[in-house]
């Protein structure tokens, strides 16, 4: 089987200076030896005419036609034209950095889609705003074998135009489709503070969701109450290895522990306020406690699956912010447990243990 043919996608951003297209094109062929399958242009609205004549009109000096020549390419062989050219941003004055951004970015996320491409970036050092949000685009959808240069203008006994390469931190996972550049960056500077100063987690049982800052997360329904209950209990845990194949439900529902186990107490106290919990959210279902309760808890128990889930779901919605709401710990000794700190979960409605006297019963 052939292995499968490369295209070279160039994406230069000249700033108001066309003549940093043409130099662009020549210092990757003739110094980096990058051929150019397919040649794309980032500008500014309010220069985008002016650099679209000079680039396409054959006379000009700084067309791709007086380019290919001197550099050893065949015009004919490089995808360009003006649906290459991306005018972005408005077409006045003003700079609004959103619009360029998100034109940056979907520019990019376009060519950087294509498995086929390897993509590399050529910005002139005087491209301004657009050029750092375009490197900032590139590090969110660009992959391993994409690169960014800087093209810098010598002076004195250097005039020829230099090529630098800056290092990319390339994001840990794909953006959304769709996911606007300024959407995510609220995001990501939210889910950085939340890693040091975590907001409140409200648990809220009327609706079965969970609320974090303004984010409500809809959890589906064994989901919520795994995470309820797990909340009333912080920060102790619910160790599963202790409950685990020590019971078994009667005919009529009844979940009977083992008479035997030396923890026999315990474990009856946290399952009567388990079901009170369950009684609380689902009172339309109560009977289904004891065979969800067996599902989860039971020989091949189905808690870790579930916690899997709830952290996955978690992640999704508050990306790297999830980490204080995370469910940590695992079917050891250590159990499973909410380290969020217990003044910063908030659940409604309070359900208080099946013993007025005691705390909210655990196995810690």
């Known amino acids: 089987m052939s292995k499968q043919r490369v295209f070279r996608v160039l994406v230069v951003v000249p700033g108001s200076d066309p003549a940093a297209v ?39 000096r700084v067309s791709l036609t007086a380019v290919c020549a001197p550099a050893g390419i ?19 004055r003003a700079v609004h950095a959103e619009s360029l951004a998100d034109g940056a970015l979907e520019t990019l996320r376009r060519v950087c889609s294509d498995e086929r491409n390897e993509v590399t970036v050529v910005c002139q050092s005087g491209a301004g705003a657009l050029g750092i949000l375009t490197h900032s685009a590139l590090q969110l959808v660009g992959r391993p074998n994409d690169r960014f240069f800087v093209l810098e203008y010598g002076s004195g006994s250097s005039p020829e135009p230099l090529l630098l390469e800056l290092p990319m931190v390339l994001a840990e996972e794909s953006l ?16 950085r503070r939340r890693l040091s100063e975590p907001g409140v ?14 984010l409500d997360v809809v959890l589906p329904r064994l989901q919520f109450f795994w995470m309820f209950s797990l909340a009333t209990l912080a920060p102790h845990p619910f160790p599963l290895r202790v409950v685990s194949g020590n019971f078994h439900v009667s005919g009529r529902g009844e979940i009977i522990v083992a008479p035997e ?22 009172p339309e ?5 004891a065979l969800v309760f067996k599902r989860a808890c039971g020989p091949s128990p189905g808690l870790p699956s579930v916690i899997a889930k709830l952290n996955a779901t978690l992640r999704r919605s508050l990306g790297i912010g999830a980490a204080p709401y995370l469910i940590a710990g695992g079917r050891g000794n250590a159990g499973y447990r909410l380290t969020l700190p217990s003044n910063r979960i908030k659940i409604d409605p309070r359900v208080s243990p099946p013993d007025a006297k005691a705390t909210s019963p655990h196995l810690g």
């Open 285 to 289: 279902s109560t009977t289904d406690f």
């Open 74 to 92: 065949e015009q004919s062989a490089t995808l360009f034209g003006g649906r290459t050219i991306h005018s972005l941003g408005p077409s006045d």
């Open 201 to 214: 987690l409200w648990l809220d049982g009327q609706r079965r969701v969970l609320r974090i800052d303004d």
């Open 261 to 282: 186990h030396p923890r026999r107490n315990d474990i009856e106290a946290a399952v009567g306020y388990l079901r009170r919990i369950f009684s609380t959210l689902f």
């Open 176 to 191: 959304s489709a769709g996911q606007r550049y300024l959407d995510l960056a609220v995001s990501r500077r939210l889910g």
């Open 22 to 60: 043409r130099d662009a094109v020549t210092a990757m062929v003739t110094r980096e030896r990058i051929p150019v399958d397919e040649l794309h242009v980032l500008v500014p609205a309010v220069d985008a005419d002016r650099v679209r004549r000079a680039l396409l009109e054959t006379e000009s």
